[in-house]
């Protein structure tokens, strides 16, 4: 079994910044990818970034390209989302999720979430 933790989480004003951690504990394993996602009250769970972890490849929603940079810390199993000029629209709950395979599209472990809170 695979825990997900994720800290950092908080409330700042627009334009602030904050950083996310998600360390991965449990058994022995190696992340082939880890993402974070966002879901804000009444709306659907959304994408915000996904780092992979044999190339250090990276993705983001276009909403956070330019302000959000998600990193990782090997040997840790952590990963980091760094957010700024943050914008009261990234109010939400942040979770981070892991897929320990290549195969398929579904995460296999997700953490319990970080609220982000961000005011005008």
């Known amino acids: 079994q695979v825990q997900l933790v994720e800290s950092g989480g908080g409330s700042v004003q627009a334009g602030g910044s904050l950083r996310l951690s998600c360390a991965a504990s449990?058994?022995?394993?190696?992340?082939?990818?880890m993402g974070w996602f966002r879901q804000a009250p009444g709306k659907e769970r959304e994408f915000v970034a996904v780092i992979n972890w044999s190339d250090d490849s990276t993705n983001y929603a276009d909403s956070v390209k330019g302000r959000f940079t998600v990193s990782r810390f090997n040997a840790k199993n952590t990963a980091y989302l760094q957010m700024n000029s943050l914008k009261p629209e990234d109010t939400a709950n942040y979770y981070c999720?892991?897929?320990?395979?290549?195969?398929?599209?579904?995460?296999?472990?997700w953490g319990q979430g970080t609220q982000v809170t961000v005011s005008s």
């Open positions: 999720a892991v897929k320990t395979t290549p195969w398929g599209t579904e995460y296999n472990y």
């Open positions: 449990g058994r022995t394993f190696r992340p082939y990818r």
